[in-house]
Structures are given as C-alpha cells and as structure tokens.
C-alpha cells in the first residue's frame, strides 16, 4: 500500500467517547471513506460513512472486505466495573473474544494497519515504577483492577499478533486518563474518594490526555500508518490537592492507609461495589509516563497541558 492510496478506515466501538472523537476528527481530514462498527448509532452526523449496527464478538471480516478496509481502529471494549467475580469475569471474556475476533477478521481481510488503544494501567502503580515510565518497563497491573487488568491482557494479545504478522503493522497505544469538555462526568470518579494526606505533605502528580489530542495524534497514525508501541500523555502534570480543589471535594480528609482500609473493607463487605484497593493504588502511586519515543516517531506534541486538560474537564463537569 502506498503512501496515495485512500484511506478506508474502519473504527469499532465508533460511537462511544474516543470512537466519536475519532470520527470527527477522520472527517474533518477528508481521508477517505469510513466505515463506523458499533451497537449503537453515531452521536451525530459523519460524512462519507457506513454504518454497521454490530457486537464485534462476531467476526467482521465480510464488513472489511466488502469495503476494502486498509486501517482499523479497535476501541470497542466494555469498561463496565463490578465487585462480582462472576460479572467481572465475564465483561473480561466479552472484551477479550471481541478483540480476537477483530483482530482474526483483519488477517483474513487483508487489512495492513491496526492501532489498538491500551492503557497507562497496565503498567501497574506500584511504589518503585520509575519516574518517568517508558515503553520497556514491565507490566504488572493488579487483577484486582479489572479495567487495568483487561487492557493488559488484551494488549499481551495485540503485541503477540504483532509478533506473529508480518504483512500488517501494528500500533499499540498506552494513554493516561483522556479527558476533555465532553468527557463522561464519571471519569472523575476514581478521586472521589476520602481525600488522602499525610505528615510528608502527601500531594502526587497525574498526567492526563485531552480528547482533541488524542483524536489528532490517532488521526496522524492513521495517516502515516506508524507501527510501534507508544505511551501518550500531555505535556507538564496536575498536582493532587490542584485536583481535589478543582472538583470542590468536600470529602473528609484521611491518611492513605485508613482510607485504603475504608474503601478496601467497604469493597469486600458488598457495602460498595464502585472501588477496591487496586484503584486507590492508583492514586497512592500514579503512574507518570514518558512520551519520547512517541514524539520522536510521530514530532507530535500535545496542543493542551495536563493542567489544562482537567480544567477544560472539571468545567464542563461542573457548569
């Protein structure tokens, strides 16, 4: 495929947060046609689309090559949370069966590109990752968090098939939190917590990833077809007491191991079923990501600072 060829790209999970994002941003770049796999229509008008009402946990690949599909972008994947092993185990199966079916449909499509969007979390928030995470680092997420838990091994699947294909290239793209003014309001969830501090001062950093800059940046892998392993994050850091003052927290304010102890106890009792002690690691330890290798392949840098993210969040959110 050369560099003139048209791009058809093909998107699953088109219609939720990134997937809509993506599709505006494809549009707006007039690259060619797309073509939208979900189980729920678009949230608005796309020029040049097909629209395939679908559950990716069957194969797709009569869709991909009735329209000669070159690109796809995987997003499909539930994230829906649940302290019941039984559910929990089988949103995993859910996620896990769609992406290889996918992934199967482009090998016997013929399609030569796939990005599949992975996760920070996948790394693991541990007290002894470095500072700043690369790409080589090893993954070592909690099965306890089972988002983070899901993304790692979907993406143990995704680098395998990059391993074994070598007529197709493969991206893989590991962001922080994306946020952005039409963001889900339930992102901001996993700092409701009891507000955590302590006698050293306790306020850690966050990265976070604008919505419009992760549009651009899968829009330009899409455009230059760039394979390759990549961590995403926007410039600079938000500080934790910048957050919780920015979400007016008015939460009671406990050290880290009493309120590690309360959400831990609360989970195991069925008391709630919203959080566990693998996502209050995350804030404990948060994993902060270094972007070089992907600004090196790709000379892309974030329009919005992580600062700047959360603001343009938190506004919308609280409006």
Known sequence: MTSETPKIVAITGASGYVGS??????????????????????????????IYRRDVEEPIDDLLRHHRVNTLVHLAFDSQ????????????????????????????????????????????????????????????PS???????????????????????????VTILRPCAVLGPSAPRDLIRVFMHPRLVDTSGYNPFFQFLHEDDLAQLLTLLVMQAIPGVYNLAGEGVAFYQEITQMIQSKLP???????????KSTWRLGI??????????LLRYPILLSTVKLEQATGYHPRYTSLETLTAFTNSVLL
């Open 272 to 281: 709630q079923a919203r959080s566990n002690r693998a996502e209050m690691d």
């Open 81 to 140: 949370r649940s302290s019941n092993r039984a559910e929990v185990c089988r949103v995993r199966q859910r996620n896990l069966t769609a992406l290889q079916n996918t992934l199967d449909s482009c090998v016997s499509a013929g399609v030569g590109h796939v990005i599949y969007l992975s996760s920070h979390t996948i790394y693991g928030a541990h007290p002894d990752n470095p500072i700043p995470i690369t790409e080589h680092a090893p993954l070592r």
């Open 253 to 263: 304010t406990l050290p880290p191991f009493v309120a590690t102890q309360i959400v």
């Open 21 to 50: 994002r993506l599709l505006q941003q494809l549009e707006e770049k007039n690259l060619g046609k797309l073509v939208a796999i979900d189980t729920k229509p678009p949230p608005f008008p796309i020029h040049n689309i097909a």
């Open 143 to 169: 099965s306890d968090f089972a988002f983070g838990y899901d993304k790692f091994l979907s993406d143990q699947i995704v680098t395998d098939f990059a391993d074994h294909q070598n007529n197709i290239k």
